[in-house]
């Protein structure tokens, strides 16, 4: 794992750091051209624009940005006890008017923009300082938002003055590319799953970096002031994005973006202009072990699975014409014709159609509805569909051979 730093007269040189130190100047790692090997795995020394602008046009799967907030800090921050609140007061967190942070910000998106894959998408992060500045330029500059997320913090910062509610949330905008973007990545089965097979919400109830988990200097000090957790970083990554993509974080700090990645199987791509964020973070990534691949492997989406008509079960003999196919709790019982359609009293449909009006509701998923006995117990339809599938990839695979 590398750093490189932009040199003298525009030019580029990398330098490695390692435990003993840094070593000489080598070749570039990032070319100007469409066929330039990407700089995996490496921290880019510079200013961010003109290294991403370095990176090949359509070759990152996933952008993480967790830019300058801005905040407009006016005087320093007191508690009750007149203890000094450590608060972001940072040079790159300044800026002489909101133009000129407005300027800033169209010219990273532009960067960014460039350098995404046409299906890729993006997460930028801020709190009210920035955020809808931010979402506004996004959309004027062709990105098309598909979620606002709000993080709800477990343990937020208090209110000290007592002059304004405690700001406890921050926002994030998911975007893809453009409004035509159709095929971006969004694991929503997985997550579902992992969410006690409940649709996973836009509100996201996680503490703030604390603990070991926070990198400390020397003298106890934090090493980045606006470290963010690495359950924020497992959520984005393990929703919009699959083992053996492409991260990019444009801001990459304290390196959260890059150690999970790594844990997660994905490849990050990170720059930074500060030296020590970023050795601090080299040496944080270093430490991780990456996961198992089958802890991490791509769960099968039902959206990309082929359509299976439930004739093609009858026809297959999985199941056979004159079955009585009954609900779970055995309330509702209807036949299976040979054309593939069921029988209800006297209404003859689809097994969707006639799951639907058996309950009197708008509509159903025959597949999990329906149930067939087999061997004493109760087989869900959905099962002969999987058998099917499974042959059918099994085919493709022979075929392939």
Not at 33 to 54: E, F, M
Not at 126 to 140: A, E, M, T
Not at 176 to 194: D, I, M, P, R, V
Not at 220 to 236: A, D, F, I, N, Y
């Amino acid at each position: 794992m590398r750093i490189a730093r932009a040199g003298a007269a525009g030019s580029k040189s990398q330098i490695q750091v390692s435990r003993t130190g840094i070593s000489t100047a080598r070749p570039p790692a990032v070319e100007k051209t469409a066929a330039a090997r990407l700089p995996l795995n490496q921290i880019l020394l510079g200013d961010c624009v003109d290294l991403i602008n370095g990176l090949p046009a359509g070759s990152i799967d996933l952008v993480f940005a967790d830019p300058p907030y801005n905040l407009q800090l006016e005087q320093t921050l007191s508690r009750p006890d007149q203890s000094v609140v450590d608060a972001v007061d940072d040079d790159w967190d300044q800026f002489a008017s909101f133009a000129d942070y407005d300027k800033f910000t169209r010219e990273w998106l532009a960067a960014v923009r460039r350098a995404m894959k046409d299906d890729a998408t993006i997460f930028v992060i801020g709190s009210y300082h920035n955020i809808f500045r931010v979402g506004s330029i996004l959309q004027d500059m062709g990105f098309w938002i598909l979620n606002d997320i709000v993080w709800r913090k477990a343990n937020p910062m208090p209110n000290f003055r007592g002059r304004r509610f405690t700001n406890a949330h921050e926002t994030m905008i998911w975007a893809a590319k453009s409004a035509q973007a159709k095929s971006y990545t969004f694991n929503y089965e997985a997550l579902k799953a992992g969410n006690e097979d409940c649709q996973v919400r836009s509100d996201w109830f996680m503490p703030i970096c604390t603990g070991a988990e926070r990198l400390k200097d020397a003298s106890g000090r934090k090493v980045h002031p606006t470290q963010k957790p690495e359950s924020l970083l497992t959520r984005v990554m393990l929703a919009a994005s699959r083992p053996g993509d492409v991260v990019l974080d444009p801001f990459f700090g304290s390196g959260t973006t890059g150690a999970v990645a790594k844990r997660l199987g994905r490849s990050f791509i990170g720059t930074e202009r500060d030296r020590t964020y970023a050795k601090a973070a080299l040496a944080r990534i270093a430490a991780v072990e990456p996961l198992p691949p089958m802890a991490v492997a791509e769960a099968p989406a039902k959206r990309t699975e082929p359509r299976v008509a439930f004739a093609s079960v009858v026809e297959a003999g999985l199941i056979a014409p004159g079955t009585v196919l009954t609900d779970e709790k055995k309330r509702y019982r209807a036949m299976v014709r040979a054309d593939g359609a069921l029988t209800f009293g006297t209404i003859v449909g689809s097994i969707h159609k006639i799951g639907a009006l058996a309950q009197g509701l708008p509509a159903c998923n025959g597949w999990t509805f329906w149930h067939m006995e087999k061997r004493g117990r109760l087989v869900c339809i959905d099962d002969m569909r999987t058998a099917i599938r499974t042959q059918m990839k099994e085919d493709v695979r022979l075929a392939a051979e």
